[in-house]
Structure formats: C-alpha cells, structure tokens
C-alpha cells in the first residue's frame, strides 16, 4: 500500500497508467455484468439458465429494472450521469479542459468534451468510430469527423505541432504493435485533410488527460453542450435519427431482442 510519501513521489505517469487500467476494468466489469443479464429474465428471474421460457417466465425487454431508471425523453446529460462509467467521464471532462485552458476554439474543446464517449459509454472496440456515429445527428459535421480522425491520429507523431507516439501505448499494447492497414489508411488520408487540425488537437488534449488529482464538473460545460450539441426534443433514442438505436441500445442493453 502507498503511503502519502511514496504516492506523492510516483510520476504523473505512473498514476494516469494506473488509473487507465482501472478504468479499463471498471468497463469490463460492466460489460461482464451486461452481458450476465442477457441471461436473466424480467423481475430479477434467472429463467434462461434455469430452462428458459415457461409459464410466468419472459425474457428482458423493455426498461431494466436492475439500471438506474431514465426519464422518457433522456437528453445526453441524462446518459452521461445514468449510463456512462464515471472514470472515463473525467478523462473527457479534463481534456475539454486543457482545450479551455489553452484557448483553443470552442468546437475543439467541444470534440474533446465528447471525443472518447464511446468507451465511457458503450464500446472500447473502434471507439472513435462508434462515437462518432452515435453524435453525428447532432454535431457539427467536423466534430465528429476528428472523433472518428482522432482514433487513428492517436498512433502517430506529428512533430510539426510536437505530438509524439504516447508512451503510454508502448505499456498498453507492446513495443512491437503496429496499427492495422484500416488505421494507417485512417491516418494517411486524414493528413491531408481540412479538419485534420481539430482531430489531432484532440490527440494532444488527450495525453495530458489522465490525472488522479484533478476533479473537473460537467457545470464547467454546461455553455458548451448547450451551444454545440443538438438536443432532440424527443429524447435521445426516440427520434428516428440514424444513431438512435444506439442509444436505446446504452438506455436499455440487456433486452433480448
Ligand atoms: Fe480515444
Ligand atoms: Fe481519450
């Protein structure tokens, strides 16, 4: 166990290594969890391990009575505090805020505010893909586009604005990993692109994102979200949008169908 001296002497680094590992288990742990639910019924019944359907015995659909319940017409706050995991949410709050800090345009720190909401609230796997699909109905085009950019950005330098390959990827995928064919053609025709600044602006906002020590609010970017993300007044999930399954899927991911 640290004691308060030896904590305060390990490296930043260390510590953001640390909690981006626990974060990672904090989200395993819940797709394990989720995933455990597709094998339960309605009203807690554990009916498809003992036998399957029967009198009295559904599968989950519907609203999950095991989940934090959601108003009819949730809005993305209501997502964020009700679904997301809360360590990914102070990785995208404090790189939002280093783009606050360091002046940089408000589109950029709004990307950032939301650049990794895949991971903090639906899937690792392509996050940058997957995230910018489930915002691009109510974004500005070119936040999502350096959402999706900014996945493959991720791997490699770009010297010109001092952004090097993170050491931190040398720990989590190995000295030897080379990014896959789809990301390298990510990243070659992202280069030449208008908005290749804003996605790779989000790459250096999110090196320096990963510290224990500081505590940033969504109240911070109340402003923020207001200005840039396009509230359907249905609700998220009830307004026929091309991501809209997506986030019935976050609301309710356990049903059977
Ligand atoms: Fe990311
Ligand atoms: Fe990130």
């Not at 455990?36 to 498809?48: E, S, V, W």
């Not at 908005?195 to 320096?208: G, H």
Request: glycine share 8%.
């Amino acid at each position: 166990m640290d004691t308060p001296q030896t904590a305060s002497h390990r490296s930043l680094s260390e510590r953001a290594d640390e909690l981006e590992e626990q974060q990672m288990q904090e989200l395993e742990n819940i797709i394990i969890q989720r995933s455990l639910l597709y094998d339960l019924g309605n009203g807690h019944q554990p009916t498809y391990k003992r036998g399957g359907l029967g009198p009295g015995r559904t599968l989950m659909m519907g609203e999950d009575p095991r989940l934090p319940e959601m108003p009819d017409a949730p809005t993305l706050m209501d997502f964020v505090k009700l679904r997301f995991s809360i360590g990914g949410q102070q990785h995208l709050l404090q790189s939002a805020k280093r783009a606050r800090d360091t002046g940089q345009p408000e589109k950029v720190i709004f990307a950032c505010l939301l650049h990794d909401i895949a991971v903090s609230g639906f899937i690792r796997a392509d996050h940058g893909y997957w995230g910018a699909q489930l915002v691009a109905p109510y974004v500005d085009e070119e936040v999502a586009w350096a959402i999706k950019a900014h996945q493959a950005l991720r791997f490699f330098p770009d010297e010109a604005v001092g952004y090097e390959y993170p050491e931190m990827y040398i720990r989590m995928f190995g000295e030897d990993y080379q990014p896959e064919p789809y990301i390298v053609a990510e990243y070659e025709a992202a280069k030449n692109h208008k908005w290749y600044m804003s996605a790779r602006l989000i790459c250096m906002n999110d090196v320096y994102a990963f510290d224990p020590d500081v505590q940033v609010t969504w109240d911070e970017f109340e402003d923020v979200l207001g200005r840039n993300f396009n509230q359907p007044q249905e609700g998220l999930g009830n307004d026929n949008s091309a991501s809209a399954h997506m986030w019935r899927t976050l609301r309710r991911p356990c049903n059977a169908l």
